[in-house]
């Protein structure tokens, strides 16, 4: 289809990477020239016009680049970023990979190919099978695939010898499918992307407030007098939150950045759709950048905690919100008596920030009426990200800060339906009022017992103890830790199957058979019934709104994920299973009937997502300041305070996203605004540390974490990275995801979410 379908995208030549200072400012007009240049090359002009006019438009799909919501009642023209488009052009790509791409490559051959590779070279387009011992993968039709999978599950000791893995792209009437389908065959093993991501804000909020999600709006953060943004790099991975947040700055609110690096979109921002950003020098974004040592937030929030305290006490009644505590939280006392305890000078030690930057952000807590804190990756994926966001959670607790218009707590999602795919039930502990309700609404009966989620998963693999693994969407290889470890244990199993969009690393990590199936994305169009089916998600604000996919699949063989469960599902479970899977695929309306019935918030669903803006799920502490925790009301934890320490000699690495690529999938090689290109295999460091550990910029060097696991000290190496001098904190460096997941320890995780430590990896450098 495409002359540049196979060979002709090159890999890079290793170590041309060329370095700029980092930028001041993000989007402007590069962005836009960027993201149009992608999209041509992608897809040509007029798919181009197409697509990016249908993009986050009401009646139009759901930008399948982040969870960033849209603002309501304004989506206007070409509501889009440069990320976002750039995702759409990767998705609506004219590239394809059919059966004449996998005659023409062993597996063995595309093992040695780098994520960037695969990812450039299109949609897959055919059902395809790789049989033991063959090095090919070969086509296969659908019946005799859902036939192959179906004798597997049924060839099982138990269903727990299955697990049912999803990414945040699928669409809630997949998820919900899905979920159903996993527990109708007997199984919780529901992992998802969501325990590498934001599991650790769930465990959190749902231990503070009753609820995992965020509590605030758009309007919100446009009213707030002060927003924190801690370990979020928004310019990259939510570019349509610095419109946001430009907005709420020219209303006067006061922005602070707590995060290791400088990052552009923080700092500075041109709106690219306004004259101004297109001509002007941007807003300053950040009135204040905290340059924090890595795993030091938990350490500044109960500095700021115990700051509060202090003004508290000299003057009583003015900073703790008195009458929201007595009526509304459990745990304060305790929490402020370990408050008490803390030292200042631990604090400054532990973020690296002075002890006046404390108190001025100490003093803007107190000044402000309205406060909201945003965080994402920075804060969850650490040991401590579950006890670092109890503390944040604390500090808005103690001043009143969650249940009124211009506060509250805002984790900012990923993937673009990771919050609704959770909504929907995936999720290997789900209450029991969820699995009574679908018992209910089906006469079924599904396991209580909870399920495996990613980590236990690998583990479990690894243990013998799965055999059939299932994936919907996503990059389980790539993307978990440990990758050797789990590219081994992925091997263990009997059949491995991957309902995919793309090629990636995960589809040559097969089990002893290896089913590639091919399905719509987001931006493709979905009949089946004899009409344009539609579909619905939930983005980082509790907002549900429908998607519709406009364009013409990349080919004949794509089915939609709901139409592959469903087929699935019938040749598993049978024709006379009580769900009725067969009528899905023609009519999603009835699934959404069935959901309306079962998860609350969704009654009559079918209407209400057809509401211009779609419509918002209940949230009881933002809207009625009732806590549905186990208490009845809003606990503060009281955790002991954690912080990193650098071992002599060593640094700890963060691994992290660059500006040209979504998660495992690599669109090239310009991280922009951090002025870095040509180049993946890099490691940023403060050029202090460079000297201090004999190091020279632009040497080569290998990486080697040391983590000291239950058999002793473990070491884990990736080859061949160049040292680049970059503003990060002594003792801090920077790599990307996923080139250094081989470093991430399985066991490393972070305590109660269970999710890996990806930015907290105690790392030796030797020369190479
Ligand atoms: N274009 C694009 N958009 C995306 C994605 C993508 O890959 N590409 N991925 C999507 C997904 S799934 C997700 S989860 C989100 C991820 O969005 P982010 O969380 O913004 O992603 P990361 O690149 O992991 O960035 C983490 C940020 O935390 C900082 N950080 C690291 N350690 C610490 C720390 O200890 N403390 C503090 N305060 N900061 C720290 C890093 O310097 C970096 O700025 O983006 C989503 N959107
Ligand atoms: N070291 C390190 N590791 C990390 C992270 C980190 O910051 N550092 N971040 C973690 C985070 S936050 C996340 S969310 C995970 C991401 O983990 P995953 O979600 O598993 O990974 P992705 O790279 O997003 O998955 C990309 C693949 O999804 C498929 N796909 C794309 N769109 C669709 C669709 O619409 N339907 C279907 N069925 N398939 C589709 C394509 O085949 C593509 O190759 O990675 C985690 N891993
Ligand atoms: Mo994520």
Redesign the pocket.
């Known amino acids: 289809m495409d002359a540049m379908n196979v060979e002709s995208v090159p890999e890079p030549k290793s170590h041309e990477v060329e370095q700029h200072p980092p930028k001041g400012w993000a989007a402007g007009v590069p962005a836009v020239a960027v993201a149009l240049a992608r999209s041509v090359k992608q897809m040509g002009t007029t798919r181009t016009a197409r697509t990016l006019t249908a993009l986050n438009q009401r009646d139009g799909f759901d930008c399948p680049?982040?969870a960033w919501p849209e603002t309501p009642g304004h989506r206007k023209h070409a509501e889009f970023c440069e990320?976002g488009a750039?995702?759409v052009a990767e998705e609506a790509t004219t590239r394809t990979v059919g059966p004449d791409f996998f005659a023409a490559h062993t597996v063995s051959a595309l093992r040695e190919k780098s994520e960037y590779w695969l990812s450039q070279q299109g949609r897959i387009t055919h059902p395809m099978v790789l049989t033991d011992g063959d090095d090919h993968y070969r086509p296969i039709r659908w019946d005799q695939a859902f036939t192959l999978i179906a004798d597997e599950l049924a060839g099982l000791d138990n269903p727990d010898q299955a697990a049912f893995y999803t990414s945040?792209r699928t669409s809630n009437e997949a998820a919900f499918l899905y979920q159903l389908f996993a527990r109708s065959f007997g199984t919780n093993n529901l992992p998802d992307?969501s325990n590498m991501?934001?599991e650790s804000s769930g465990s959190a909020l749902i231990e503070a407030i009753g609820i995992g999600k965020g509590s605030v709006s758009v309007p919100d953060l446009e009213n707030a007098d002060l927003i924190i943004i801690?370990?979020?790099?928004?310019g990259?991975?939510?570019p349509r939150m610095l419109s946001t947040l430009e907005k709420a700055k020219g209303r006067g609110a006061t922005i602070i950045a707590?995060?290791?690096?400088p990052?552009a979109g923080l700092l500075r921002f041109k709106d690219p759709q306004k004259v101004g950003g297109v001509f002007g020098k941007g807003t300053a974004l950040a009135d204040e950048f905290l340059q924090?040592r890595?795993?030091?937030?938990m350490a500044l929030f109960r500095g700021l905690a115990k700051l509060l305290l202090d003004a508290e006490k000299q003057n009583p009644g003015t900073v703790f919100d008195h009458a929201f505590i007595d009526e509304h939280c459990l745990g304060v006392d305790d929490y402020l008596a370990e408050v008490e305890t803390v030292d200042l000078a631990e604090i400054v030690q532990a973020t690296g920030l002075t002890e006046t930057q404390l108190r001025e952000t100490a003093d803007r807590l107190i000044n402000s009426r309205r406060t909201i804190i945003c965080w994402?990756?920075?804060?969850t994926?650490?040991a401590h990200g579950v006890a670092t966001i109890e503390e944040l959670t604390n500090v808005l607790l103690l001043r009143g800060m969650i249940g009124k218009p211009g506060a509250g707590v805002c984790p900012?999602?990923?993937?673009s339906n990771?919050q609704g795919d959770r909504t929907m039930g995936v999720w290997e502990k789900m209450p029991d009022d969820f699995l009574d309700a679908l018992d209910h609404e089906f006469g079924i009966e599904v396991p209580r017992n909870h399920g495996f989620d990613t980590v236990d998963t690998i583990r479990a693999m690894a243990a013998g103890d799965i055999k059939v693994f299932i994936a919907m969407g996503g990059n389980f290889v790539s993307a978990s830790p440990d990758t050797h470890a789990t590219a081994a244990a992925m091997g263990t199993c009997r059949l491995t199957v991957q309902v995919s969009t793309k090629l990636n690393a995960s589809h040559l990590r097969s089990g002893s058979v290896g089913l590639i199936l091919p399905t719509l994305g987001r931006t493709d169009r979905d009949i089946s019934g004899g009409r344009k089916q539609e579909v619905t998600v939930e983005d980082s604000m509790s907002v549900v709104h429908l998607s519709r996919g406009s364009l013409p699949p990349s080919g004949d063989e794509l089915r939609s994920e709901v139409a592959i469960i469903s087929g699935l599902a019938e040749a598993t479970l049978g024709p006379d299973h009580p769900v009725p899977w067969s009528r899905f695929p023609a009519d999603y309306d009835l699934i959404r009937d069935h959901i309306s019935r079962v998860i609350p918030g969704f009654e009559d669903f079918n209407s209400k997502v057809r509401h211009p803006d779609g419509f918002v799920l209940p949230h009881p502490p933002r809207d009625t300041r009732t806590f549905p925790t186990s208490t009845g009301k809003a606990n503060l934890a009281t955790n002991p305070l954690q912080w990193l320490r650098v071992p002599h000699g060593r640094v700890i690495l963060?691994t992290?996203?660059s500006?040209d690529?979504?998660?495992t999938t690599i669109y090239g090689h310009d991280d922009r605004y951090r002025g870095i290109k040509g180049d993946r295999n890099i490691v940023l460091l403060n050029p202090e540390d460079i000297t201090a550990l004999g190091l020279a910029d632009g040497q080569n060097v290998d990486l080697i974490s040391e983590f000291n696991g239950a058999a002793g000290l473990e070491e884990r190496r990736v080859h061949a990275f160049r040292v680049v001098a970059y503003p990060t904190p002594r003792g801090n460096a920077?790599a990307y995801?996923p080139e250094t997941n081989p470093l991430v320890p399985l066991e490393h995780v972070a305590a109660k979410s269970n999710t890996p430590v990806s930015?907290?990896i105690t790392v030796r450098i030797e020369a190479c």
């Open positions: 680049g982040c990320n750039k995702a945040g992307c991501c934001h801690a370990g979020q790099n928004p990259t991975n939510h707590v995060n290791p690096l990052e924090i890595i795993g030091g937030d994402a990756m920075g804060l994926q650490q900012v999602r990923g993937h990771v963060q992290m996203r500006h690529q979504y998660n920077a995801y930015k907290a």
